[in-house]
């Protein structure tokens, strides 16, 4: 596989080229293929493009425009059905260059994180500490300025070794750093984390109180309160810190609200919850669901759960392209929906089993089961059982026969197996010798 230009400018046509003849190709003979190229970004999560390649005989070839500004550096791999050729678990990178023929700033230093990790959202990497460091050198050299990269190697040096030495080290580059930074509040506030983790806590603190007083709305405040409140360990009064924090730093996307929720249903405030959802503008099913579970699960109003878990449902079964992170493909955004309409199912059929509706509970779990391709092995339980309730032997026993092969069954499903086989055949003889063939059948 190549790109051209082999060193991309922003703003640059970016031509990708997969070869099939060529012997380490995955795609050998395939009728579709697709290039997925993840931009790791500054200061954004990435963002993922899907490039769809045509066949011109000896290769696959596509296009894409680069017009991405915060883009630094692509992972690149290729994608036909559920075949990926991710260049054997070592997915290809490219560095985004500016106009002078050098990497942009940020460049080598996402390379160097990317190069830390064996999955960089999904896309899978051989981790190489060596790699990494040595981007991050070339960083440093191209762009001393950049003082997140120090920042980073920091964190690399402690990870790697975190005793008195490195402490001394950091110590030294950070007091270096923060003479020369001291009036820039956004490298202040990132600061402050290093002052506190290299025994520095009344030097950060005097710092604190400075900006508190000189910007109570900016980024050392905002730092400071949230750390108070993810730092707090009683529910409800994270919940209360969280509210003001909200109230004090007006947010500009919903990833804050999303949390006051998750807090609300660990605080047991389910009303609250429930009005928060009620105003979100793109409220999250599993919210609902999980919501609903807490009441199903301890046979609390049943009724009110039910309601939540109806929503859930209703909701997760929308297809809804605003909710997709930018970094996920539209084939894992589907299985991604798929997934959360399977459990919203499981948790509405949990309730309605619950309440004796063994009819619609029957339903529920059979959707849960196929959004879920029979992976999860509660929802697979509960579905034989409903098929037992309701008579249906023969096809608890099919579905018992699958979640066998595939390995997803516990005790209780053979024990609904095994009351539908008895109910079929008129006596238990030949049982487990059907459940072992089963087991045997998907190895």
């Not at 109230?247 to 609300?264: A, G, Y």
Request: net charge negative.
């Amino acid at each position: 596989a190549t790109v051209s230009p082999d060193h991309p400018t922003l703003g640059d046509i970016v031509i990708l080229t997969y070869n099939p003849g060529a012997q380490p190709a995955l795609h050998k003979d395939v009728s579709d293929l697709t290039a997925e190229v993840l931009l790791a970004r500054e200061s954004e999560m990435p963002l993922l493009l899907e490039v769809p390649l045509r066949n011109e005989r000896e290769h696959w070839k596509g296009s894409f425009k680069l017009d991405d500004a915060n883009a630094r550096t692509l992972l690149i791999r290729y994608i036909s059905g559920d075949e990926i050729d991710d260049n054997g678990g070592h997915s290809w990178d490219i560095l985004v260059y500016s106009k002078a023929g050098i990497p942009l700033q940020g460049a080598y230093l996402m390379r160097s994180m990317i190069n830390r990790s064996d999955n960089y959202f999904g896309f899978k990497r051989h981790r190489d500490d060596d790699a990494a460091w040595t981007d991050l050198a070339e960083e440093q050299r191209l762009y001393p300025q950049n003082w997140r990269a120090q920042l980073t190697g920091w964190g690399y040096a402690f990870r790697a070794r975190p005793d008195e030495q490195t402490m001394e080290l950091i110590r030294n580059e950070l007091d270096d750093l923060y003479k020369k930074r001291y009036e820039d509040e956004e490298v202040v506030s990132s600061l402050l984390y290093w002052f506190d983790q290299t025994g520095q806590k009344n030097h950060a603190n005097v710092i604190r109180s400075h900006w508190l007083k000189k910007n109570p709305g900016g980024k050392v405040a905002a730092a400071s309160r949230q750390s108070e409140v993810f730092s707090e360990e009683d529910p409800v009064r994270k919940v209360k810190l969280l509210e003001r924090f909200m109230e004090e730093f007006p947010q500009t996307d919903d990833n804050m609200l999303n949390v006051l929720i998750s807090f609300c249903i660990q605080a047991e405030l389910f009303d609250k919850a429930i009005g928060l959802l009620g105003k979100h503008p793109d409220p999250n099913p599993q919210q609902y669901s999980a919501l609903a579970w807490h009441l199903i699960d301890t046979n609390q109003d049943l009724d009110k759960a039910m309601d939540w878990a109806k929503k859930g449902l209703e909701l997760a079964r929308k297809h809804n392209e605003r909710s997709k992170p930018s970094y996920l493909s539209s084939r894992q955004w589907k299985r991604s929906r798929e997934h959360g309409i399977g459990m919203s199912a499981g948790t509405y059929g949990l309730g309605l089993f619950k309440r004796g509706d063994f009819v619609e509970a029957e339903r529920a779990f059979h959707e849960a089961y196929q959004a879920t391709s029979g992976a999860d092995v509660d929802i697979n339980e509960h579905l034989v059982e409903c098929y037992v309730k309701n008579r249906n032997h023969e096809e608890a026993m099919k579905v018992a026969n699958e979640c066998l092969r595939k390995g997803k069954a516990n005790d209780s499903l053979i024990a609904h197996y095994k009351v539908a086989y008895i109910a079929t055949t008129g006596s238990e003889e030949g049982f487990e010798a059907a459940v072992e063939n089963a087991r045997g059948s998907g190895k």
